[in-house]
């Protein structure tokens, strides 16, 4: 396991009650519950679906379940939806269940709220999360005078045909910078660039308006997998993490226990844009966090994993391709300032104390990708840390 700590002997107290009060345009209310049991160990609960889930046919249809209730998880290290209907209908009628009020549903009314409201494109031009194809996914890049970096990945990215890929779009913070013109590769993906209204971490994390997917994955301008592994881990997104960020680093909070981790940071990682809705919108929670991490140009990828983990009550996924994912290893970057991991540190207590203590769940494996078959089909392999 390749968790690096990110603050030695740091608190890590469990929540107890989050009560989540209407945002947006919505009247629903959302209650997480984490509770400990004799002995003070912590159960770990995770959203599962009462009737089908989210999912969108051949035909483009996209059809929805029921309500959301949170059952004991059996595996931290694994999926999380290995419970059948009757035994999330069972498990809600137990006293460690908490009830959760169509999350789904108020993820997707505050986005479409941010996205009508919040943005300066014409609302005429927003696709409805609800009508964008699962089957797609698109490339956010953030980046802030280095041309090098971002050009040398983006040259990677689209060296080889990647199946599913909609579209890139290019987040440019420099604000005295001209965009270049959107093209169309060689291979048939456009690359769109888009400038920045104000020079800020979390504009990567503020859904774009024209975005046609519903799968983001989120990348700095020095980073980057190979193309085939990016392909494999939409797919992994797509079938086992769409509530999970899923993606590259994985980090824990603490220090002494590297067999776990709490974390995957932004910088190389799938998120449904629903939790990017979530993240821009006027919720208190959402509004101190997007202030803090414009204080201190600092934590964005912090604060979604603590934002996802509150809502769902799961951890990420941490994905190994087939290569390593490759490193640029740019000196200016913000991870090489003296005090980074002080005002690191300082974002974790924040995001605790604002949501009563730390929803982060410990994940103690991560998805691998094994073989192919005579027909190219890509294969993911679970692996378990645990004891490693």
């Known amino acids: 396991m390749d968790c690096r700590p990110l603050k030695s002997g740091l608190a890590t107290g469990r929540l107890t009650t989050i009560l989540l009060t209407a945002f947006i345009s919505t009247s629903a209310t959302l209650i997480l519950l984490r509770l400990s049991p004799p002995g003070g160990k912590v159960s770990s609960f995770v959203p599962v679906a009462v009737g089908p889930p989210v999912q969108q046919d051949q035909d483009g249809v ?4 029921g309500g959301v209730v949170a059952v004991p998880e059996v595996d931290v290290g694994g999926f999380g939806n290995g419970f059948d209907e009757e035994q999330a209908k069972a498990n809600a009628n137990g006293a460690n269940v908490a009830v959760v009020t169509s999350t789904s549903v108020i993820l997707q009314t505050t986005t479409s709220s941010v996205l009508q409201q919040g943005m300066s494109t014409a609302a005429a031009s927003v696709t409805p999360i609800a009508t964008r194809p699962t089957a797609r996914w698109t490339i956010t890049i953030g980046t802030y005078k280095r041309p090098k970096e971002l050009n040398n990945t983006i040259k990677i990215l689209l060296s080889e045909p990647i199946p599913s890929l909609q579209e890139i779009v290019i987040i440019n913070n ?31 994390l503020t859904p774009d308006p024209l975005l046609k997917t519903q799968a983001v994955f989120s990348s700095d301008d020095d980073v980057y997998f190979t193309p085939s592994d990016l392909e494999w881990g939409f797919q992994i997104w797509r079938n086992y993490g769409q509530n999970r960020i899923v993606g590259a680093h994985g ?17 190389l990682a799938f998120i449904h844009v629903k939790f990017m ?48 994912w490759h490193d640029l290893g740019s000196p200016d970057g913000i991870s090489h300032k003296s005090d980074h991991q002080q005002t690191r540190d300082r974002c974790l207590r924040s995001f605790e104390d604002w949501m009563g203590g730390s929803p982060l769940v410990n994940v103690t494996g991560h998805m691998r990708r094994g073989y192919t078959d005579y027909q190219g089909s890509m294969f993911g392999v679970f692996d378990s840390d645990k004891g490693s």
């Open 62 to 65: 996209t059809r929805t379940g």
């Open 174 to 204: 420099d604000l005295n910078d001209t965009l270049p013109e959107d093209y169309v590769s060689p291979l048939g993906v456009p690359v769109r660039h888009r400038m920045s209204e104000v020079n800020s971490m979390n504009n990567r």
């Open 251 to 267: 980090r824990c909070v603490g220090g002494g226990q590297e067999s776990y981790y709490q974390m995957v940071l932004v910088g």
């Open 277 to 324: 809705g979530f993240y821009a919108s006027a919720h208190p929670i959402a509004v101190q966090a997007r202030n803090l991490v414009d204080e201190t140009f600092n934590c964005d990828d912090l604060a979604m994993n603590y934002i996802m983990s509150m809502l769902t009550c799961q951890g990420p996924l941490q994905l190994r391709g087939q290569k390593p």
